[in-house]
């Protein structure tokens, strides 16, 4: 695993014995273990402030090395809600705030994913973040907090006018898309209030958030998407299935009930092939 003494005292946070290492000649306060992650990475990810503050005062410690994978001391702490060494790396003029790891997903992606709300408001206080940066395959850091149901962060982001609210992933999915498959109520309100959300816009296989809602049995999401006049709740996937299908094929009584209530319904519609 190539931890040195150093890295070990980093991942403890040992503060003594990191301020006495680095002064011996043979010790390197900032070589990497075999995957690349620095003593400060080290700290970092583990929310040592104070190992972090001794690390930083060095000329020797580069604040903003990755490790192998691309991910920074800045986005270890961000990835798991160290808001005050976040802090500290912000102050940083070598540390770039928007580096993402290798597979394009940046601190402020990472802290979305976690519902961090304190790191993400940092975060978005910076002219150098992108906060509709997508990772590679697409998904925005609305779009990752709105799959797990982040409110918090959903209004936060929402109230910046650089973000796309109904920026689709690889997949033609949208935030709404994907909040409404797994029923996160509270975040389908929240992205139903711009006026630039299409809350009929189907994946690419032609799945509407209403037909994910219907699918997974979501009533109160059901309820949200059909009381807008902009969706067709017999609208079909590209397979043939309508909500009404999709949620009589689950057994999902009560939104069965809801479907059926408007009169503007094809009961008889059936998948393709079925």
Known sequence: MGFTALKWAARQGNEGVVRRLPARDNVNPDKPND????????ASRNGHEGVVKLLLARNDVS??????????????????????VVKLLLARNDVNPDKPNNEGQTP????????HEGIVKLLLARNDVN?????????TPLWIASYNGHEGVVKLLLARNDVNPDNPNNEGQTPLWRASYN?????????????????????????TPLWN????????????????????????????RTPL????????????????????????SQAIGV
């Open 131 to 139: 906060p509709n940066k997508p990772s590679e395959d697409g998904r």
């Open 245 to 268: 299908w999709s949620a009589s094929c689950n057994g999902h009584e009560g939104v069965v009930k809801l479907l059926l209530a408007p009169n503007d319904f094809s009961p008889t």
């Open 63 to 84: 604040p903003g090395k990755p490790s192998d994978d691309g991910r920074t001391p800045l986005w270890n702490a961000s990835c798991n809600g160290h808001e005050g």
């Open 35 to 42: 995957y690349g992650g620095t003593p400060l990475w080290i």
């Open 213 to 240: 809602a219907s699918y997974n049995g979501h009533e109160g999401v059901v309820k949200l998407l059909l009381a807008r006049n902009d969706v067709n709740p017999d609208r079909p996937s590209n397979d043939g």
């Open 183 to 207: 029923g996160h109520e509270g975040t389908v309100k929240l992205l139903l209030s711009p006026k630039d959300v299409n809350p009929d816009q189907p994946s690419d296989d032609g799945r």
């Open 108 to 115: 402020l992606w990472r802290a979305s994913f976690h519902g």
